[in-house]
């Protein structure tokens, strides 16, 4: 898979991208990332990648040229299954979405900046819009985090045990259940006895119950 993402701020990527299965889906050749600043692509003289609105009104918006040149380099050298504009009015980002994008080849996602970018960007490049919850960022950057590593999970290669990612919370639209390792007792607290039974079908079973139940209690709109 390559990600390609479109940034104002490219070393706000630097921390998120360079540890734990990020990098190591980089390094083993699961994953290619590639900042790209969209300031470079600006023909302003001074590389101003903003402007006021028209009709007038708060706050700046990002400039349709320097983005738009910025797509259209990235698509002259390959096929892109999706181009994804992060936005606080996309469609809420979840597993489903995550499952689908895990299996794209190469995708662009693009970080807004101050009031948003230019209408005719989304209305002629964009293919998808992901929120990752109802509040505004400053930016798109670190809500891009959340999508890079949600997916780029799911790869496959990328976990040890590719099982455990058919397990995680909201994959059945359920939520996991409780989770115990070792000691069996610590300060008298202790691990259901079923987990220690060694019999796989009550294990599987327990689990069920246990997720169907928390699922019920904290998130009933899951099971809708």
């Known amino acids: 898979m390559r990600i390609d993402i479109l940034t104002l701020f490219p070393d706000l990527f630097t921390g998120p991208f360079s540890e734990s299965m990020i990098r ?11 900042l790209h600043d969209i300031r470079e692509f600006s023909k302003d003289k001074h590389k101003r990648v903003d402007d006021y609105p028209f009709g007038g009104g708060a706050g700046m918006v990002m400039a349709i040229q320097p983005i738009a040149d910025a797509i ?9 299954d999706h181009v994804i504009y992060m936005s606080p009015d996309g469609q809420t980002l979840k597993q489903s979405i995550c499952n689908t994008l895990s299996l794209a080849e190469n995708i662009i996602i693009l970080c807004g900046h101050y009031k948003g970018i230019d209408q005719r960007i989304r209305d002629h490049y964009i293919t998808m819009e992901i929120s990752i919850g109802d509040y505004v ?11 890079v590593d949600s997916i780029v999970r799911l790869v496959p290669g990328v976990l040890s045990d590719e099982e455990s990612a058919l397990t995680d919370t ?3 639209n359920l939520l996991a259940p409780p989770i115990y ?16 039974s060694g019999h ?12 169907l139940e928390r699922t019920k209690r904290l998130r009933p709109d899951l099971l809708k």
């Open 24 to 34: 190591r889906a980089q390094e083993a050749g699961h994953a290619e990332i590639h």
């Open 72 to 80: 259209e380099s990235l698509k002259a050298e390959r096929h892109y």
């Open 137 to 147: 960022l400053t930016g798109g950057e670190l809500a891009a985090c959340v999508v």
């Open 170 to 172: 909201f994959q059945d």
């Open 181 to 196: 390792t070792r000691p069996s007792d610590y300060n008298g607290w202790k691990v259901p006895d079923i987990l220690l």
């Open 200 to 211: 796989e079908a009550n294990i599987e079973q327990w689990r069920m119950d246990q997720a």
